[in-house]
């Protein structure tokens, strides 16, 4: 099961910013959050990953809360493009124990309105 | 990251019949990896797959219905036997690259009639 909660919609005016929350109450210190969109069927987008500090980059920036319970992927500048399924995701193990893998839950449909 | 590619990018099968799936990637990678997306569902791991090694299942996946073959470190296959229509979904590979991302193909649209 997915270890993280996300609501399961947002919307989101174009040109404002599109802060998406993520609640993962039970990551372990090691564990990394990820974030991938997924636009229309597609193949799932990478965005950002961090560990404890906050990230930025060219699409988005993450924000870790101190304790590392939640998380806010925040688009600075939302377009229509943006409209997508965003995933917040605790990277783990997978059966074997020896490969990291990724647990996607169900996500946030953020829609940017015009 | 690197470019993924899926061949078939869609297919129309029928029940009864295997379909294979490849993937290629325009670099070398350790790990690669087989999603499935059910209609209106979020992705589920179906197994990983690493270069000479035999491929780690999933629960609720097993080898005689989805076998996998990784012969090389930028090409993999899945095939999706003796299919039903409760086959019918998007199938996504995925490779780890730079030791810590993720990157997705494009997905393989499969509906069994």
């Known amino acids: 099961d997915a270890k993280t909660t996300q609501p399961p919609s947002m919307d989101c005016a174009e040109g404002r910013a599109a802060n998406l929350p993520c609640n993962h109450s039970?990551?372990?210190?090691?564990?990394?959050v990820y974030w991938y969109r997924q636009i229309h069927s597609q193949g799932p987008q990478y965005i950002i990953h961090?560990?404890?500090n906050n990230e930025t980059n060219e699409m988005a920036s993450l924000i870790i809360t101190e304790d590392r319970k939640s998380s806010t992927l925040i688009l600075p500048h939302a377009t229509l493009r943006d409209t997508a399924v965003y995933y917040c995701i605790v990277r783990d193990y997978d059966s074997g124990g020896s490969n990291y893998k990724l647990t996607f839950g169900k996500g946030t449909l953020l829609t940017v309105n015009p | 990251s690197a470019v993924i590619s899926q061949k078939p990018s869609r297919d129309i099968c029928q029940r009864g019949t295997s379909l294979t799936i490849q993937c290629q990637v325009d670099s070398q990678v350790t790990m690669m990896f087989w999603y499935r997306q059910q209609p209106g569902q979020s992705l589920t791991l179906i197994a990983t797959?690493?270069?000479?090694?035999?491929?780690?299942?999933e629960s609720g996946f097993v080898i005689d219905k989805f076998p996998i073959s990784r012969p090389n470190l930028t090409f993999s296959t899945l095939t999706v036997s003796n299919m039903s229509p409760e086959d019918s979904s998007i199938y996504l590979c995925?490779?780890?690259?730079?030791?810590?991302?993720?990157?997705f193909g494009p997905g393989t649209r499969l509906l069994v009639l």
């Open positions: 961090g560990l404890k």
């Open positions: 039970t990551i372990s210190g090691n564990e990394y």
């Open positions: 995925s490779v780890e690259f730079g030791g810590e991302t993720q990157y």
């Open positions: 797959a690493n270069q000479g090694s035999e491929a780690t299942y």
